[in-house]
Nanobody, 122 residues
Framework: VQLVESGGGLVQAGGSLRLSCAAS???????????MGWFRQAPGKQRELVAE???????NYADSVKGRFTISGDNAKKMVYLQMNSLRPEDAAVYYC??????????????WGQGTQVTVAS
């Protein structure tokens, strides 16, 4: 499975960005993969979960982004999106799209995109 992110860039604090992630690959792998999510990694920090969504559409958010970010997915198009509003300087990071290998609880994220930079100017 290949994941390709787009939509990063530079935005002023308080602004918005929308990230997109497109999944492609073998039909078997695409149809059996599980949740898709967005992670971020700032310089000197560990990669952290921002938001994820199950194949059934149930979202989960990090506390730091609740009420500001919205994750959505389109199973037919194999896409996942992250709408980011009210951006803060601390949201600046490289954002990665990930997908779990299997559609079952506890399945590890096995597929990753190359990342897209989000910069928030104060």
């Amino acid at each position: 499975v290949q994941l390709v992110e787009s939509g990063g860039g530079l935005v002023q604090a308080g602004g918005s960005l929308r990230l997109s992630c497109a999944a492609s690959g073998s039909i078997f792998s695409i149809n059996t993969m599980g949740a898709m999510g967005w992670f971020r990694q700032a310089p000197g920090k560990q990669r952290e979960l921002v938001a994820e969504i199950t194949r059934g559409g149930a979202p989960n958010y990090a506390d730091s982004v609740k009420g500001r970010f919205t994750i959505s997915g389109d199973n037919a198009k194999k896409m996942v999106y992250l709408q980011m509003n009210s951006l803060r300087p601390e949201d600046a990071a490289v954002y990665y799209c990930g997908a779990a290998k299997w559609d079952r609880p506890g399945s590890q994220y096995a597929y990753w995109g190359q990342g897209t930079q989000v910069t928030v100017a104060s």
